[in-house]
């Protein structure tokens, strides 16, 4: 495995592959690995000849007071964990690389970022997602990108840049990497401490709940999420956000009559650590 640093290394390495006729696939990361990123490594080499990820803790998707100068990084282990995978490339460039001085543009998805995450973070966070999620296709231009539904929302926007900006390349949306008890894998997990970590089950333990009363036929919206509530409530945990939207375009749903996601976010109150989660509900026929 190599890693590279600047553009131009990427570009060559990339064009060397492309003139063999491999294809090219591209996990983008901020690092700190676990199983779930290493599924979507996995993935990516059972698909591709070329296997490229990226490793940039993106600074234009934190907010103030969030977590980016204390974000886990160790670059050594990542890169163990990525070789292990048998990934071909790890990107790992210095911030003024990706931003030189000057930088200016800023790619901005309206009405899926006003909600969810975008609300409870503000809208700088899906933007610098848009953006270095754009420039990294720009840079690699991978046949296929691959992104995990924990963060179901990034997805949707991820889709819709490409969709809008004609980018040639496939999203592919791999399912959500759990804990034995549950709780999804975060890189933001090692900041839980014991108590913490016990309320931070709760999450899909609410999700759960609320699933499996909507597989049982429950098809009204809030039914659904007073079961996901009760749970989070027994816990002491207190939500940032608990809602039920459509899985296409993120429009609130009184009844789950189609595809919808129920996302849950947790902040700060459990130990140190933000933690969103979701469950897709297949309503649709
Ligand atoms: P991150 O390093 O947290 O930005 O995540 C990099 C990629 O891994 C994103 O596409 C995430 O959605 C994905 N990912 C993070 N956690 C999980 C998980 N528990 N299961 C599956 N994919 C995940």
């Keep these: ?46 698909h591709n000849e070329l296997v490229v990820v990226s490793l940039f803790v993106n600074p234009t998707q934190f ?8 974000y886990p990084r160790d670059e050594a282990r990542d890169a163990a964990l990525a070789e292990q995978q048998g990934v071909d490339i790890l990107f790992a460039p210095e911030p003024a690389e990706i931003y030189p001085d000057g930088f200016a543009t800023s790619i901005h998805v309206s009405g899926l970022t006003d909600v969810l995450d975008g609300a409870a973070r503000g809208p ?11 420039k990294l296709l720009g840079i690699v231009r991978p046949d296929t990108a691959y992104f995990g539904q924990k963060d179901a929302q990034q997805v949707l926007v991820v889709r819709r840049v490409v969709r809008d ?20 894998m975060s890189s933001r997990n090692v900041y839980l401490d014991a108590d913490a970590r016990r309320q931070a089950a709760a999450l899909n333990g609410a999700l759960s709940a609320a699933s499996d009363l909507f597989a ?10 007073a079961a996901a ?16 939207r459509s899985a296409t375009d993120l429009r609130t749903l009184d009844r789950v009559d189609e595809d919808a996601l129920l996302a849950v976010a947790v902040a700060a109150r459990v130990g140190a650590a933000r933690l969103i989660d979701n469950h897709l509900l297949k309503g649709a026929g």
């Design 1 to 46: 495995m190599k890693i590279l640093r600047t553009i131009g290394d990427v570009r060559d390495a990339v064009r060397a592959a492309r003139a063999q006729g491999h294809r090219v696939g591209l996990v983008p990361t901020m690092g700190a690995f676990h199983d779930g990123h290493l599924a979507l490594m996995r993935h990516a080499r059972a």
């Design 63 to 70: 907010g103030q007071g969030e977590d980016l100068s204390s």
């Design 124 to 134: 700088h966070h899906f933007d610098g997602v848009a953006t270095v999620v754009t």
């Design 165 to 184: 900006l004609n980018l040639d390349v496939r999203i592919e949306a791999l399912p959500t990497v759990r804990e034995a008890d549950g709780l999804a």
């Design 216 to 225: 049982s036929g429950e098809r009204d919206a809030e039914a659904i999420l």
């Design 229 to 244: 509530r009760r749970v989070l409530a027994d816990a002491d945990v207190t939500p940032e956000y608990l809602e039920l």
